[in-house]
């Protein structure tokens, strides 16, 4: 067995940290830690708190799965182990590395609007810059370069889902991967996450009172074990204003791409 038995935390028999049975594989900024907290309101859920970048990262692949092992949480048998890392998505190996550890595990896919997430991601690192004293652009600067859409920019690479999900569907089903409606877990997470809670074959336990709407953050908290608490203020950030030609520009470039990707996954989402 590869459980590594771990009572020093606890104290109590069975509870081991397990590989995980489920991975949020992406996207960046598609909500991936809004899902995972949501997800962890579940009892029989244990998450890993920390972004592992085990199957992305060559530095940590090496290590081997026993070292990946020992960064997960302390489960019970009931449980099922959880563990986020958006960068999977986007990475070239990580399905076939992730699909050679468990060719049955189940794959959590949180997607917003491709053009959202460009603006969303412009905007995380446009705010670690500032925190790092390093100089900033303005989005349509990098947006845009001699009046054409700058495509080789890394934010509109990682929003080309049809081309990422590709490499997925090389190495594992359709029905392994089930795809949460980023957009939607923002104005309602509950009906999202009864889904995963199905897709899981986890019986219902997330339930309304678990959400409550923050006027100042303006966004959902969650309210579970008798606390109440929001994502980092680092989620939920308002976005740039990006003028209506550029906008018009990205549409017209992810319109082929979105379309690809409704046919790859047999389902549609409302994207500009
Ligand atoms: P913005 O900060 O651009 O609004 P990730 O965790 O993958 O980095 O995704 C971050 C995004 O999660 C945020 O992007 C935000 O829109 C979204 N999100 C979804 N539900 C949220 C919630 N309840 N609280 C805060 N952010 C949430």
Known sequence: TRDVINETQTGSLGTTQRLPQSIIIGVRKGGTRALLEMLDIHPQVAVATTEVHFFDWDQNYVKGLEWYQGLMPLSQPHQITVEKTPGYFTSALAPERIRAMNSSIKLLLILRDPIERVISDYTQVYYNRLENHKPVQAIENILVRNGALNTRYKAIQRSLYDVHMHNWLCHFPLEQIHIVDGDTLIQDPLPELQKVERFLSLPPRIVSSNFYFNQTKGFYCIRSDGRE????????????????????????????????????????????
């Open 229 to 272: 608490r929001c994502l980092h203020e680092s989620k939920g950030r308002p976005h740039p204003a990006v003028n209506s030609t550029v906008l018009q520009q990205l549409r017209s470039y992810f319109t082929e791409h979105n379309h690809n990707f409704y046919r790859m996954i047999k389902r549609s989402f409302s994207w500009h």
